[in-house]
């Protein structure tokens, strides 16, 4: 028993010393209370600081939700205007289709689907035979440069010597 009384004691004696050091200590100058007071001070302007900058997060946070909110909601609309405006236009494409169908079906467009293939048919019949008539006058155009050659050089050779110019 004589251990555990012994221990406290001895921890009371340490715990004793510190406190009389702790308090020894309170010979306090006048620039050491100006520190203190300064940094008191300063700690009371960071605390303010602090609140001040916790409130402005708090206020963008809330911005934040909002935006995003909003941006969700824009998303929303924007999707179902989407959404109406694919079904009108398949709507008008469909329509379109079945107007076509018609007009393909109907007699007035079999007339003139015949008549346009008859006119292509004329069209590319006259192109042949302007083809056909162009290749005859190119050959035609050939035999008369062969001749009128051939007439320029027996003219050179009935011709004879030609004249000196005369000097009067």
Same mark, same amino acid.
């Given at each position: 028993? @004589? /251990?555990?009384?012994? @221990?406290?004691?001895?921890?009371? =004696?340490? =715990?004793?010393?510190? +406190?009389?050091?702790?308090?020894?200590?309170?010979?306090?100058?006048?620039?050491?209370?100006? #520190?203190? /007071?300064?940094?008191?001070?300063?700690?009371?302007?960071?605390?303010?600081?602090?609140?001040?900058?916790?409130? *402005?997060?708090?206020?963008?946070?809330? +911005?934040?939700?909002?935006?995003?909110?909003?941006?969700?909601?824009? !998303?929303?609309?924007? #999707?179902?205007?989407?959404?109406?405006?694919?079904?009108?236009?398949?709507?008008?494409?469909?329509?379109?289709? *079945? !107007? =076509?169908?018609?007009?393909?079906?109907?007699? /007035?467009?079999?007339?003139?689907? !015949?008549?346009?293939?008859?006119? =292509?048919? /004329?069209?590319?019949?006259?192109?042949?035979?302007?083809?056909?008539?162009?290749?005859?006058?190119? @050959?035609?155009?050939?035999? +008369?440069?062969?001749?009128?050659? !051939?007439?320029?050089? *027996?003219? *050179?050779?009935?011709?004879?010597?030609?004249?000196?110019?005369?000097?009067?």
């Amino acid at each position: 028993m @004589k /251990r555990p009384v012994y @221990k406290a004691v001895i921890l009371t =004696v340490g =715990v004793v010393i510190i +406190l009389i050091a702790g308090c020894g200590g309170q010979d306090i100058s006048k620039s050491e209370i100006r #520190r203190i /007071r300064l940094i008191a001070a300063e700690n009371k302007q960071l605390k303010k600081q602090s609140e001040q900058l916790r409130k *402005e997060l708090e206020n963008q946070k809330e +911005l934040l939700a909002k935006c995003l909110q909003e941006g969700k909601d824009s !998303e929303e609309q924007l #999707r179902k205007s989407s959404n109406q405006t694919i079904k009108r236009l398949e709507a008008q494409v469909k329509q379109l289709e *079945e !107007e =076509v169908e018609k007009l393909k079906s109907s007699k /007035r467009f079999k007339e003139l689907e !015949e008549e346009t293939q008859k006119s =292509v048919d /004329r069209l590319v019949e006259s192109t042949f035979k302007d083809l056909e008539e162009i290749e005859k006058l190119r @050959k035609e155009n050939e035999n +008369l440069k062969t001749e009128i050659t !051939e007439f320029k050089k *027996e003219l *050179e050779i009935h011709k004879g010597p030609t004249p000196p110019p005369r000097t009067d």
